[in-house]
């Protein structure tokens, strides 16, 4: 897991591509295409204008929406590279 996965000062939030942004290819994103991501955020920097997720797919930040929760299918890649939390407990 790469070191800006672990640090401390990051976050970790849902992302999901906005429905009708057009794709590459000249189609529009359907729901299908609406995956639900994960991208570490530095927590005193604002938001990139490239939003680069746990899975190495890169997301324009204008046709990405940041998410309170995951609503929809998540990306297994993503999902098998979300760090653990933090046990604020622990000595």
Known sequence: MPAE???RNCR???ARIRLGVPRADGR???????????VALP???????VLRTLCGD????EATDLLDSVAGM????C???V???????AP
């Open 12 to 14: 970790v939030v849902a």
């Open 58 to 61: 890169p997301l324009a930040r």
């Open 28 to 38: 529009r994103v359907g729901e299908r295409d609406r995956q639900v991501h994960f």
């Open 83 to 89: 760090p653990p939390a933090a046990d604020a407990g």
């Open 5 to 7: 996965h672990r640090a």
């Open 79 to 81: 999902l098998a590279s």
């Open 43 to 49: 927590a005193d920097k604002p938001v990139p204008l």
């Open 74 to 77: 998540p990306c297994v890649r």
